[in-house]
């Protein structure tokens, strides 16, 4: 669809869009709610409810809080105790997921529990790379690009980086996001060099700000000659049992100049980051589309160019790859019933068609950069809402989180523990396999 | 009687042999077929059947098979020579329109050309040019040309209009007591279009019940049918409406004949070359078109570089000129250069190709298959001209099943004296490209191409008005029609068409 023809339809969309139960015939319990973000998806979605704002001092059964907030609320020191009408759509501790420090202490930490465990999953395997070096990767379980925290694994990094001197490393502040500070290295002396200038940012006593340094995928899948990265929405009930829905219509973001992996190239943050908020300020962006192409549209080209099995196999990986990222964080997460939480997650395919996560964010943006993109926002919190509230829409943690096959508008399940284990209960006599891995339903 | 038909076949054979023999693929056929005279299995004393069986087993005689199939379809229609032309012929005057609507695009490119001092039929590229044209030639997006002054020769409203204000041979007599009465737009013209019984007829296959079938029973009976390599075969499974992407773009080109030989890399790298050398106007149109429609589509846009090289090429194509059937009628008056391909660039005409990029990643095989279905029918839907599906046919078509079947739509736009056409002509001209989601697109035009037929167009145009009907109904000016029938994100071609048609 053009963009002129859906900016003409969207004076219609808010209705078409909607899934309001509207049996509002028998009298029942009133709806408030709060936001930190005053933004129109999120308000006008309330607001269709039939839900009335109130602020943050009042007696709110729904809040829509920023990560700081949320932790307030949660910290000792606060004293406020959430009572069972109430929800907020961040748990306490996120950031073991969102900061990509911790994101990767957990990851690792994950497969080494599998490990000690014996668990045929953490199987393990050699690469061998071109110059001679070897590193050993997880067979299954090799979703994140090789990441150190700087400068505490510095030591370990070097050891890596020896392995295969080529390769092209990307330097992240682990506080900040949006591109921020990010840049590429392919010599070590750079990093050297760039520590010195920062000064004495890798002393491990007066360095401000930790990095992560990672592999850099240097073989991406690239479409139209263009890089791009997935968004995804993953919605998570609870962590334990661990409850999580994907939404299926991400999106790729593309990069508005030709991938180029020449090394003058190296230094030019348009071809390497598909941020939007870094392709914004390119002078190639298109307003109208926003360098968006739908997930819908990338499985129809990649069924029609490279063939069903290996898009099967891709979006399978893909759904691997986030419930073992969730599974990893599970057990330090604090689980509260009154939490929920939307994750952004983003990922790279590279060339043969092999997802790499690249990090988790608690806030996805809900900022509508095109049309299309506002109407998906607003149909991925509709569906939020959908997915978390009791069938009667009113907040309630005695709920036991089973949404309908009905609520789940655009998610599919990714993962129920409670209902596998209930599923395999029944079939144990049948010594049936729990059938909690959605397959590859992305259209 | 039978004498006459005999004579008919064989008079067509003939005709089918001296055309084969000017196919480009018909040197390396012969070829195989010497090898295979050679060959042991060939007996010299009993040359006609051993050799028969010989091109049975190479495969050859499906290859054969499916070059009449093309040949049958496309080049042996009857072509009007100019001479032949009735002045008792009804459709003259939609003739005439037809080859006066050609020669007035071909004039504004021309002015244009003066206007903008370039030559009509291109300029050699000054060095630098050329350079940073082949330098970009896999991101033409990055090649940076000042396009201010370049506009669209023509768009849909254009051509709608000069459609509707086509007149016939007024037939004063009948009418003068019925002035009141409000005519079709379309209705004089005297045109054969189906109506819904014989549609059904027609669409027949898409009502069986069997093309329910499964998902994986329908892989497996693609692979079959890809692996016998036959024609027929492959359109005929398309009819069914539910092809599995995967096997699409391998169906398509046996459909069009499109599968890229090596003569055929030659001629794309011959094309190439000619836009590096010589510079057109036509570049400049097409760089334009794709910065207007595709690459601010949010379908589309990953593909521009792909659609510049794609519309480039085909822009200095002479084959299509040849191969396109042309109107013809004698009339006087200065004729005009066309550019190579034949095609006047319009307004959206890279949409067409556009729905290719989610077939073919090499724009080799997306040119080749893009350009026969062009030719077979957006040629048809983009200018005036008497083909029974041609666009002035489907506009009919659309008409006379709305005033049959949605009459209080019919009445109701005619109270609004809005043209209905208006509304869907748009869709009609570009075959749905760009207004439906790619999925579906593809859905749509597998069936023209299982049907070998644009009149799913019309129905379809019809099927979306009768869906909105009730919206539809409760406004009153054309922008708020336009805006109920501007989203069609959550349309889903093949339940529809199928509901369509079993309706009573
Ligand atoms: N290992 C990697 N290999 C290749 N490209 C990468 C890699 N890591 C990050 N990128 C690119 O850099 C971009 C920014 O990375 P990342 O998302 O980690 O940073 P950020 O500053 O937190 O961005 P944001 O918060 O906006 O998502 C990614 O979108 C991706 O295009």
Known sequence: ?443 | MEELQDASIHHTAAKLINTIKTLKNYEPLYENVQKLVCSPSVDRNDMCNTLEEAIKNAGLETEIRNIIFHLVRSKLKPEEKPSQININDPLAYLKRAGVQWDRRVRKSLNAMCSELKMASQGQPRISTDRDELLSKWDELSNYTIDLANYRPVYAPKDILDVLLSLKGPTKAAENTEFVQVPKWEFSHISLPVKNLFELRNHYSDLLRTESYAGSSDMNLQCQRVLESKHAPLCQHLLRKGNTPAPYRGALWSFVLGSHVNSFDIEHWNRLKANVLATDHIVDKLVFKDIQLTASNDDQYFVFEDVLYQVLLCFSRDTEIAQMIQFEHYPIKGKSYEAPPSGVVPFHGICMFAATFCYLFDSPINLYFTFRAFYIRYCHRLTTINTHPQGIVSICLLFEKLLQTHEPQLWSHFRELQIQPIRVVFKWLMRAFSGHLPPDQLLVLWDLILGFDSLEILSIFAIIILSFRKESLMQVNSLDSIEAILADLSSVQVLPLVQLALSRD
């Open chain 1, 1 to 443: 669809m053009t963009q002129e023809s859906i900016r003409r339809s969207n004076a219609s969309y808010s209705n078409m869009y909607g899934r309001v139960n509207q049996n509002m015939t028998h009298e029942r319990m009133k709806v408030y709610f709060c936001t930190d973000l005053d933004k129109s998806v999120l308000v006008n979605n309330f607001e269709k409810r039939g839900w009335s704002q109130v602020s943050a001092d009042d007696d709110w059964n729904f809040y829509w809080a920023g990560v700081q907030t949320c932790r307030n609320i949660f910290s000792v020191d606060s004293g406020y105790r959430m009572n069972d009408n109430q929800m907020i759509n961040h748990f306490p501790n996120h950031y073991e997921l969102s900061r990509k420090d911790l994101l990767v202490k957990n990851i690792k930490r994950y497969r080494k529990d599998l490990e000690r465990d014996g668990n045929p999953l953490a199987e393990k395997t050699d690469v061998n790379w071109s110059g001679g070096g070897c590193s050993t990767r997880y067979l299954y379980l090799d979703f994140i690009p090789v990441t150190f925290v700087l400068p505490a694994d510095y030591n370990m990094f070097v050891e890596e980086y020896r392995k295969n001197p080529q390769s092209t490393w990307i330097m992240k502040p682990c506080g900040k996001s949006q591109g921020a500070g990010i840049f590429l290295i392919n010599k070590l002396s750079k990093l050297k060099k760039w520590s010195r200038e920062a000064k004495g940012a890798f002393h491990p006593q007066i360095a401000k700000e930790s990095y992560v340094i990672s592999r850099y995928i240097d073989n991406p899948l690239l479409i139209g000659g263009k890089k791009f990265d997935l968004r995804l929405y993953v919605l998570v009930t609870s962590f334990r049992p661990l409850k999580a829905y994907l939404f299926k219509q991400g999106f790729c973001r593309f990069c508005t100049v030709k991938y180029d992996t020449s090394m003058t190239e190296l230094d030019n943050m348009y071809v390497h980051l598909t941020n939007v908020s870094v392709q914004k300020h390119g002078g190639e962006y298109n307003s109208l589309h926003g360098g968006k192409w739908s997930v819908q549209n990338l499985a129809l080209y990649l069924e029609g160019t490279r063939g069903k099995e290996v898009t099967d196999r891709l979006f399978g990986a893909i759904s691997w790859l986030i419930v073992h990222s969730l599974r990893a964080v599970a057990p330090v997460m604090a689980s509260d019933r009154h939490c929920f939480e939307c994750y952004g997650y983003d990922i790279i395919i590279d060339n043969n068609l092999k997802p790499w996560l690249v990090e988790v964010n608690a806030s996805p943006s809900l900022t509508s950069t095109t049309v299309t993109d506002r109407i998906l926002k607003y149909k991925l919190i509709d569906n939020i809402l959908s997915v978390v509230l009791p069938p009667d829409g009113v907040p309630d943690v005695r709920w036991n989180k089973i949404p309908s096959a009905d609520a789940l508008g655009n998610f599919e399940l990714l993962i129920d523990e409670e209902l596998a284990a209930q599923e395999e209960a029944q079939n144990s006599q049948q010594n049936k396999n729990s059938k909690s891995m959605g397959g590859n339903r992305w259209k």
